[in-house]
């Protein structure tokens, strides 16, 4: 809240990096969700049914510009919050 009558809101870009499937050498990204693969935690590939074709790591990667943007929107009310309940 800034005021009585305005909230702030504000978008999560997550820093501006997000994470991106691998080849098993590292040189190739994989298209797919990084939530349908599994790891064991113990350094070895990750695995999974439902993990993309050649997925085999898992490295952070930079948001392309327009999904990093970072942005604001101020919402004015007519009448207080209090006013409100």
């Known amino acids: 809240m800034v005021d009585e009558r305005t909230l702030a809101l504000t978008n999560d870009n997550d820093y501006g990096i997000q994470s991106a499937l691998f080849d098993a050498e590292g040189a190739h990204q994989i298209a797919g969700n990084v939530e349908r693969c599994q ?8 695995f999974g049914d439902r993990c993309p074709a050649g997925a ?12 990093s943007r970072q942005h604001l929107w101020l919402l ?3 009448r207080p919050f209090r006013a409100m309940e």
């Open 39 to 46: 790891a064991a935690g113990n350094g070895s590939p990750i």
């Open 56 to 67: 085999r790591a898992v490295a952070m990667v930079g948001l392309p510009e327009t999904d």
């Open 76 to 78: 004015r009310f007519a």
